[in-house]
């Protein structure tokens, strides 16, 4: 009979919900990402930006409540993800990417200071080599995240973009920064990164026009992030990434929910 008693004891004790949280419960989640609306920024020459349509919205026929809605959207623009596919033939599509390139340690480097002095700034091998003097090596598998100042521009098309010019003439008068190809080329070679974001409209600089930045991290599959948001709120490491793009069949891109969980 005690050792029934005993049992029963530690029965009761296991369905007993735990007290104590999980490393998961305990962090305090920051959303990277810009609403998707009409303020919306896309490339300047995309001929279509982000469209919302009201199917429904109020009280129906039966009598209670009902909202419905369609949008339309390109696949890059405002806070979004691009897929290896997307500049590197035969690479990951968005529902191939795996789940553990958009999910995990994250570190954030602040260029700001250079970058709100210098438009056409372009993120150095020697920026993160000074990071990691201050903070240690970046670790390998992490995904990393620039800060150049810039997501506080958004969405002034004009000082976001350096142009508030739209279509094939708005090209050659972007400015904003970007990361280096050598930068690039390094963080694949050296820190074996899972995927890569900023606070910028594009991973290269405005004034790219062969767009090599991104046809080297493409072709190593690694994804990246543009157009983040709140990366000022965030510590320069000790950070977890969550970025669950939508799952479009053989996309290139798309529409971007990133969010980051910090102590």
């Not at 072709?219 to 000790?238: Q, S």
Request: hydrophobic letters at 40%.
């Amino acid at each position: 009979m005690k050792l029934f008693h005993f049992i029963l004891i530690l029965l009761l004790a296991a369905c007993q919900p735990s007290a104590k949280k999980t490393e998961f419960e305990s962090l305090k989640w920051v959303d990277l990402t810009h609403p998707f609306d009409s303020t919306t920024l896309y490339w300047p020459n995309n001929i279509k930006s982000f469209e919302h349509y009201t199917d429904a919205n109020g009280v129906n026929e039966k009598g209670f409540f009902y909202s419905s809605y369609s949008i339309c959207t390109p696949e890059h623009g405002g806070t979004h993800l691009d897929a290896p596919i997307h500049f590197a033939e035969g690479k990951q599509t968005v529902d191939q990417i795996p789940l553990s390139h958009l999910t995990g340690r994250a570190v954030v480097i602040d260029v700001s200071e250079k970058a709100l002095k210098d438009r056409d700034y372009r993120i150095s091998v020697e920026d993160i080599e000074a990071w990691e003097k201050i903070n240690g090596a970046i670790p390998d598998s992490s995904i990393v995240i620039f800060r150049t100042g810039y997501g506080k521009f958004y969405p002034d098309r004009k000082q976001y973009f350096g142009t508030e010019l739209r279509g094939l003439e708005a090209l050659p008068l972007l400015h904003f920064p970007g990361i280096h190809q050598a930068t690039a080329a390094w963080l694949i070679k050296n820190r074996h990164i899972k995927s890569v974001g900023l606070d910028t409209p594009s991973l290269d600089y405005g004034q790219s026009t062969d767009f090599m930045t991104h046809r080297i991290l493409m072709g190593a599959n690694v994804p990246g992030f543009e157009n983040l948001h709140n990366l000022d709120l965030l510590p320069v490491k000790d950070i977890y990434i969550v970025a669950l793009p939508m799952k479009i069949g053989k996309g290139s891109g798309g529409p971007l929910r990133i969010i980051a969980g910090i102590q």
